[in-house]
């Protein structure tokens, strides 16, 4: 079976039901609301909607701790909601892929109940016990200065259970062929309602060794091809988008040598560097990241982004580094999380500087692999720092000046919009910036426009070039006979750039902007010499006015071939 290949040139927009539009006036977004949502993101150009957790939840930790993996939490709406959503999104050519949230459920589960009430329970393997306290039980959480353990003792059961997470997270024991079974039967389950894959969560720890005697965790990494297996059987094209920051050197075990485990990553070590070089004006460790990144199978890709849902995660950088990004994005506490990273949204954390914004996005659209944006994003919405820990940068989707920015009717929505500052409903959302053609939102939607025109950057191959300037990154993409060439200045001051393409027949050649007028022919020593104003960014293709007639092996993309 050839997969169809659609998430190489794709672009991801990430979302909270809860947060995003409120239909009923109960104060909670809901499926209704987003299917009213749904021409505003196909007019934005995104091709796949990615749903945070919406199942049912006691709401612990933003529905990461889910209690029925087969259900709609009612405050969303139902199932048939559901399906009419994933209908409305293939109706706009929209995919839909959903959180997979399997490394451990809530501790009011079914599961969980029946296995801490009965030893003799058959749920009782399916989670990971110990009859004593163990000796590691300070090590390895995952939210550090907020998670004081890993094993909490469980009165009812009378024994220690383990969560990599939360106490109320316990883990599943994901090497129980049981556990694997159940994971498959929800992946077929919401593939049968309409969903083309799953980010799925926290994958190292899905697939490590489990029980108080591990110090070490191992990787079980055959479970991955397991589910690409099963998900390939009952639908060709679906996915896997993995969350694991791991190591460049550990790539290929998630990817699989042959690209038969996952399909893609998000790529957390070229993230952390890109932040740097947006905080350093130093892109030379964002290069080299790239380049210890590249390696990977032809039909596998990375996921791009800025910000997500999480923190922004240094733990990857330097000391020197990461105090760097620190100082210039976070230097108050109160805007750093679990002594690894920043839990502000991007806007605020640039100063609210539109040119240091879309220089931000052009090099997350630009670089090898596939845009994933966050809601709020494509109108530069900011955070409430007076919210606990994440939760300041999943405010309410910020529609119009209407009460509570529009998401709602209630005089109390469940989580606060966003209404004071200069990041507050009143002067950053949807309406206002629709009427505006150099708004965010206008700017974010040509901008997805014009990569979409460039699949080059999905499916080609990338080479640095130097541009003899630290400050500035030049990428070109070869694919099928046609380049594309990315020139991003990080630097708070304008810099002219003088480089060769390393093009065949460079003396002469043109380089057509793709987003502008500023054109580029190479003299005669074959260099292009280019002025590139304070944090300013250029799309070239590589060619003549005859490159029009190369699209002709552009426009047939989808054929299921890498090319």
């Known amino acids: 079976m050839i997969d169809d290949l659609w998430y190489k040139n794709g672009v991801i927009y990430c979302l909270s039901v809860a947060t995003y539009m409120d239909a009923n006036g109960d104060g909670v977004g809901d499926f209704r609301g987003l299917l009213r ?20 939840s006691p709401g612990r930790d933003d529905g990461y701790d889910i209690s029925d993996y087969y259900s709609v939490d009612p405050r969303y709406g139902t199932l048939g909601d559901f399906v009419e959503f994933t209908h409305g999104c293939k109706q706009r050519g929209i995919r839909v892929i959903i959180d997979l ?17 009965d030893k003799d329970s058959p ?12 000796p590691h039980a300070d090590q390895g959480m995952v939210f550090p200065g907020v998670q004081k353990t890993t094993w909490t003792h469980d009165k009812q059961a009378k024994a220690w259970y383990f969560h990599r997470f939360f106490e109320f997270q316990p883990d599943l024991n ?66 896997i988008l993995a969350e694991a920051n791991v190591l460049p050197e550990d790539d290929f075990e998630y990817f699989g040598d042959d690209g038969d485990r996952m399909q893609m990553m998000f790529n957390f070590h070229v993230n952390q560097h890109l932040f740097y070089a947006l905080a350093s004006a130093d892109t030379r460790p964002l290069a080299k990241a ?59 954390m640039l100063g609210g500087d539109a040119r240091r914004l879309r220089l931000a996005y052009s090099l997350m659209f630009t670089l090898p692999g596939t845009p994933v944006l966050r809601y709020g994003d494509e ?5 409430d720092l007076k919210l606990p820990e994440r939760g300041c940068a999943r405010t309410p989707m910020q529609w119009s000046t209407e009460p509570h920015g529009g998401f709602t009717k209630s005089e109390r929505p469940d989580v606060p919009v966003i209404d004071h500052g200069p990041y507050g409903y009143q002067h950053v959302n949807v309406a206002q910036q629709r009427r505006d053609p150099e708004s965010m939102l206008n700017w974010t939607e040509r901008i997805i426009r014009m990569r979409k025109e460039v699949p080059e950057i999905g499916w080609g191959d990338f080479k640095v070039i130097s541009a003899r300037n630290p400050a500035v990154l030049i990428v070109r993409y070869d694919w099928r006979g046609n380049s594309v060439l990315f020139l991003h200045n990080l630097d708070e001051r304008p810099h002219e750039v003088s480089f060769a393409t390393g093009l065949a027949g460079d003396a002469g050649a043109r380089l057509i902007d793709l987003l502008g007028d500023d054109h580029s022919t190479a003299g005669a020593n074959g260099r292009h010499t280019i002025m590139l104003e304070a944090y300013g960014y250029r799309w070239y293709r590589a060619g003549g006015l ?18």
């Open 37 to 56: 949502r749904l021409d505003y993101l196909a007019g934005l150009g995104v091709t796949a909607i990615w749903l945070m957790p919406f199942q049912p």
């Open 174 to 239: 994901t090497a129980n062929p049981h556990v694997q079974a159940e994971i498959l039967k929800i992946m077929g389950f919401w593939i049968q309602l309409g969903v083309s894959g799953f980010r799925m969560d926290a994958v190292p720890f899905v697939i490590a060794t489990k029980g108080p005697k591990v110090r070490k965790p191992v990787e079980q990494f055959d479970m991955l091809r397991t589910f690409r297996e099963f998900l390939q059987w009952r639908k060709g094209d679906s996915i």
């Open 123 to 134: 749920y009782r393997d399916w989670y990971v016990w110990s009859d004593k306290q163990p």
């Open 379 to 383: 109108i530069a919405m900011g955070d």
């Open 101 to 117: 949230v399997v490394n451990h459920t809530s501790d009011q589960h079914p599961w969980f109940k029946a296995a801490r009430a």
């Open 290 to 348: 790239l380049a210890d990144t590249k390696p990977r199978p032809a039909t596998a890709q990375w996921g791009l982004f800025l910000r997500n849902h999480d923190e922004l995660d240094l733990g990857r950088l330097t000391k020197p580094q990461r105090k760097t990004v620190f100082d210039k994005f976070g230097p108050d506490k109160s805007m750093q999380l679990y002594d690894r990273g920043i839990r502000r949204r991007l806007a605020p």
């Open 546 to 563: 005859d490159y029009l007639l190369k699209r002709s092996d552009i426009d047939h993309v989808q054929d299921g071939h890498p090319g």
